[in-house]
Every structure is written in C-alpha cells, then in structure tokens.
C-alpha cells in the first residue's frame, strides 16, 4: 500500500482516526491536505497550506509524516504549542497507528535548568533577596527528581519570575563541554535524545537561533531529517529577522557586569579589582542611557545616519567608545586567569563578543538591512534583514539531506539524487487574503512553492454575527478606548462574563482594563482579567473555567500574544471585541524599511503591506471565537474604518462569512439569544 492510499484509509470514517476520537468525523478539507502532505512528502518540495480553524491541520500532516517512515521535524510557534503537540497529539495519533516511533521534544536552552548556574546562585545567596532565595531552594528540591529539568514541569514558577534568569544559561554563558556538570546538562541530553528519535518536536525560535549562530544543536539533527513541517507558519518571518539580525542591549551588558563581579569573587578573589571593574561596565550602560536622552519607553528610534535619530553625535560615539574601553578592561584583567577556572575562560569570549557587536553597530548598516534603536526598560541596538527571503533560499530549503550530501559525483556538487529530495511542509490558519498567499511566501522565498487553501467547514452565517459599532468615537479620538470599555461592559452583564477584548495598545488594554476592573469592582458581576496582572498561564486556565464549579463568568483583556494560540472553544468564551484595526504600529522601521522598498519598485506600500498585515491580524483575532461546531458566537470590531474605508471591504474578506448585525439592537437581540437558549438548538433571533 502507497503512502496516499494509507492516508485514505486512516481517514476513512472506521479507519484508526475514529478510533482516536469519540465523535470523529471525516472532513473533506482535512482529508485534501493530507493527500496533498502525503504527495510532497513523496516528491519532495514546498508546501504551503492555509488551513481554516476546524480543518484538523494537525492531524493532517501528522498522519502522513507518521505513516512515511521518514525522519520528521515539526516546529510550532511557541512552548505551549510544543508540549501540546509532544504530550497530547503524537502519543495520540503514534498508539492509534501502532507505529514503532520514538518521539523527541527539544526546547532552547533556556528552557531547561542549568545545574552549574543554579549552584553558583545558591551559594550567591548575599546577592539574593528571601523571596529569590525561596524560589532557588524550591528549584533545588525539584532538581532531584527531574529527567527533562523543563522548566514548564516545575509547578508555581512564574515564567515572569527573575530566579529564571540564574537558573538557566545562555548562549553566552554556557561553559559547554567544560562544564563540571556537562554528563548531567539537561540541554545536551535532551539534544542526544532528539537525535536518536524518528519525530522531533522544536519551536520556530530554536529552529532560527540555529539557522542564525548554529547553537542549538540543530547543526547535527537538519541534515538527518526528510521532512521538516512548520506549524503556525505566519510567524516564521518575523521570528527569523529576530534571529538574523544583530543585537546589542544594555541588558546584556549589564548581565556581563553582575556575572563578572560574581564570578570573579569566587573563584578570583583578590585576583582583580572586580568590583571596579564591574562598576565601570555599569557605569557605561548609564552613559549610553544619558546619551540617548529621555525618550518615551517603546519608542524605536530610526537609525539612518551615523547615529539614531535626534541623538547628539558627539555624546553617542563618547558612550560607545567608554563601554568598549570597559569591556577592553575586563577581558584584560581575565586574560591571565585562564588556568583558573571554564567560567573566567567563557567571560574573556564573552567580552570578545560584546565588543565585536559593539563594533558593528559603530560602522554603517548593511545595505539590505534596517537598523534602529529600541528604547524600553534597556536599551536594544537593533540590525535587521527586511525578511527571510534569501536566508530560505540560500541556507534552508537548498541545504540538503544527509543522504543527499553523501552523494558526490567529486567535483563538489551533489550527484542527481535517485530519490525525493526534503520535503517542507508550511501551514497555519492564517497566511495572507489573497489566493496566492503572497504576504507569506514572498517573504519567506516560497514563490515556487505548491499553494492550497482549505476553508473551515464551520457554519459561520449560523454559528456567529459579526457587529461593526458606528456610534463609537473615531479610533484616534482620545474617549475611544473608554468608549470600547463601556460597549464591552454592558455586552458582558448580559453574557454573565463570558468576553475576551483584545487591544492593540498596551496603552488602551491598561485604560480598557481599569475601566472594566472599576465597573465590576462587586463580587456579582463577571470577575475582570487583565493582561499583566497575573502570569499568562493562570489566566488562560481561569478564563477557560468561566462559571464551571460555581465560579463567575470572565472578561479578559489582553493584547499581543492573546491574539492567536489562545484557544476557548465551548461556553466560556462567546463574545470577542476587538478595540481597533490591527494596523502595523507607526514609526515601525522594519514596516517602514519594507514600505520604502515596494515604494522604490513602483508598488503601493500601504495595500501591500499595511492592509495584509491587518488583514492576518484581524483574522488571528476573529479566530479565538469559535473553535468547534457546537461554539456560538458574537465578534465586535470597534472600528468603524471597517465599514467606511475602502479597505474594510478588502479586510472584512478576510474574516469568516459571518451574519452582520446592523445596530445595538441587534447585538443585544444576539447576546440575549446566547444566554437563553442552549448550544445544540442555539438561533439567531
């Protein structure tokens, strides 16, 4: 039997899927991406599939890569995506298949717990207040009993805690093979262990550190795979100009000074004034702070010239050269401690890091990249790639396979190979508003590749309406957000909660937020959430409680990455309002960079960029209300440039075809309809 005609009867209404899922049902869409998974995975190439919410992408291109016998490698967009996909959906679909396949989950190294720095902090106790103190002790007892050491098994760390931090290394830190505890690093086995199984599971950002610096260990696992399968594929763009770019923060700097001074008392003491030295990193970080001037934290700063935009020449170029000496008087004093101890030896190349980086931010910008200065809580010298194109072309999808690479006519190029070559795999729900999906394969070098659309087989005309407020203040106008918090408010007393708003702002989910915290501040009405108030984590888990268990029905704001990968199918979620269009923000240098060049080539930057990159967002948004056939709904977008503008045509395209409602009264005719009849026999009145 062929790899299609074995994805055929795995999909067959009694094939093994339906033995997977009590109330499993074969879809049409579901089945075309699978034939279609399974023809390139034999033939090898570029797929790129956008998958409405509903198709089962999952299991799509799971059962395929599963049945292949190849080596496979998903990607998906986060940590969460990952755990889900290792512990729920491949144990799944690998027993139900009876398969003989060793699975593999490989997170960044900062994810794992890191034995030798978490040993230095616990002795660094002096430098720790109780609570930090507290937290190393708690991670200390789960250390014993941990074979992955993944962080995301310890219960009650906050990922926002600073004990992360101490306990985990980096790139730069990490001492490597001449580590004390090397046999025992958590990130080498779990590295070992990729390598030896038939499925790996990573995330897109260890996909493209490795692409970038080769660190993570994907060096040795790419060329051993057939099939690599990016999930949640609209972000690999972004994610991979993070990577291909170069950094350079205050906040790495100013980790240097803390490790320097810390490391240098305990295995150097009185070998080197570390204190001054330390004091003297710091010292820089503060006059580059004084160079750049008091400046709106979020501002990013364009850097076209010698120097970011409005910063004094002179007082710049004095800040950079007084960290270059700093960093110069560091590595001076470490030179001779060689024989001392791994950890001196890793911050001698650490500060040969630094000043490299330094080096390359005071001569000009690349001519294809983008630079600027990003001003928050630290300080971020930024270079950047407009987009991944050439990376993809040049060093990703033309990098070949290790059965590939073994055949060599002598010359150096590979022989003709006698079988497929990599098979990609690229699919998400959202890759652009335009049959050929040019907004993601355009810059991500995939203008050859095989395109498939698949529509969601959800009903939306009857499972959702969508309701454009006319009577709301323009988006620009000042009342706007409290007008969004009052509109939100009332539709949420008659829901009992049951509301996510999601903003585009930090600033109006605070002024949303607080208005909807103070509206609800009794114990009857919905509890409020707010983004920021509580780990992320808590959060989700709260809201998808809603009123199970006697509890009150929610209302959660939230921005960023609340957007998509937050999934609430069933009745905890039934109305989502979105406060404004999600237009890229402006003054964005690489939005702005990306414009200059469409500009330049003749094009029309705000309809190739700015409308599909809104267009994307709105629909990840829309995408958090209805999840499965039984959801019901209602989407609020508080813009009503969606109904005046030109553009909303293009960006309500984008949307699932949802009825429209014409006026509140209509709304709230929706909203009574959901709380008084339930979900199997829910109409619209």
Known sequence: ???????????????????????????????????????????GGALVVEAGTGVGKTFAYLVPALLSGERVLLSTATKALQDQLFARDLPQLVSALGLPVRTALLKGRGSYLCLHRMEQARQDTALHDRNVQRVLAKVEVWSHSTHSGDLAELPGLDERSPVIALITSTRENCLGVACPRFRQCHVHIARREALAADVVVINHHLFF????VRESGMAELLPTVRVVVLDEAHQINEIGVQFLGTHLSTG?????????????????????????????????????????????????????????ETVTPAGWHEALRGMASACAQAMEALDPLSEVSPDLVRLYERGSELLARLGRFAAPCSPDAVRWLDVGGQLRLV?????????????VLAAPAESDAEKDDGDGWPAPAQHAGRAWIFTSATLGDDAGLTWFTERCGLQNAEILRVDSPFDYASQAALYVPRH????????????????????ASRLGGRTLVLTTTLKALRAIGDALQARFSNLEGPEVLVQGDRPKRQLMQRFREGTSGGGRGCVLVASASFWEGFDVPGDALQLVVIDKLPFPPPGDPLIEARSQRIKAAGGRSFQMVAVPEAAVALKQGAGRLIRRESDRGVLVVCDTRLATMGYGKRLMRALPPMRVLENTEGLEAALDALTRTSTTDWTWP
Do not use: N
């Open 383 to 395: 270079e950047s790639p407009l987009d991944i194109a050439q990376t993809m072309q040049t060093r």
């Open 252 to 308: 790495q700097w100013l980790d240097y000074s803390r490790d320097l001074l810390a490391t240098g008392l305990q295995h150097a003491r009185g070998l080197a004034d570390w204190s001054t030295l330390a004091g003297h990193l710091e010292q820089a970080c503060g006059d580059l702070r004084i160079a750049v001037g008091p400046r709106v934290t979020g501002a990013k700063l364009r850097w076209t010239g010698e120097v970011p």
């Open 209 to 212: 550190a490795d692409v970038a």
């Open 1 to 43: 039997m062929g790899l299609a005609d074995a994805v055929h009867a795995a999909f067959q209404p009694d094939g093994v899927l339906s033995r997977t899922e009590g109330h499993y049902l074969a879809r049409e869409g579901q089945i075309r991406m699978a034939d279609a998974v399974a023809r390139t995975i034999e033939l």
């Open 472 to 491: 709301l203040p323009e988006p620009s106008d000042p009342g706007h957000s409290l007008a969004v918090a009052g509109l939100a408010g009332a539709a």
